[in-house]
């Protein structure tokens, strides 16, 4: 008789959740470029880790452009990725000094806010606020 495992085995229920994290990790830019190249393309765009293109809205791109500084325009890569760790349920990180000043610039995010061994945790629905407010400029990454 063969030995079936549960369908709740975590190794099992593990790789299935990976296998899935994946797939919706696919459509994460994986060729970042700055404000300033993304506002000098006809059609703006980057690729995802899947290869098809992902395109920036031009009055979110607009928008952003008017807001912060040249010097910032030039530094900050997009899309400001937001990471979610499983073992933090209702926060997820920020990783990138740029996007933080950046943020922070806009009001979005608190001057008295710093990065902390790496990462400035907020909460999740900080992160979703900011994805609505600035369409297609911001993607949350699954962990």
């Not at 000098?40 to 290869?51: D, F, L, W, Y």
């Not at 890569?77 to 990471?83: A, E, R, V």
Request: overall charge positive.
């Amino acid at each position: 008789m063969q030995d079936i495992r549960p369908l709740s085995d975590d190794s099992v229920l593990m790789r299935w959740m990976r296998t899935q994290i994946n797939k919706m990790n696919e459509s994460i830019v994986f060729e970042r470029k700055s404000l300033v190249q993304l506002m000098q393309e006809e059609n703006p765009s980057a690729k995802t880790k899947a290869g098809k293109d992902h395109f920036f809205e031009t009055s979110t791109l607009k928008n952003l452009g008017e807001k912060l500084p040249k010097n910032l325009q030039e530094k900050l890569k997009l899309p400001i990725i937001f990471f979610f760790d499983n073992e933090v349920p209702d926060s997820c990180y920020l990783n990138d000094a740029y996007a933080l000043e950046a943020l922070q610039t806009l009001g979005e995010i608190s001057r008295l806010r710093t990065i902390q061994q790496g990462r400035l945790w907020v909460g999740r629905s900080i992160a979703y606020l900011i994805m609505k407010k600035y369409p297609t400029a911001v993607q949350i990454v699954m962990g």
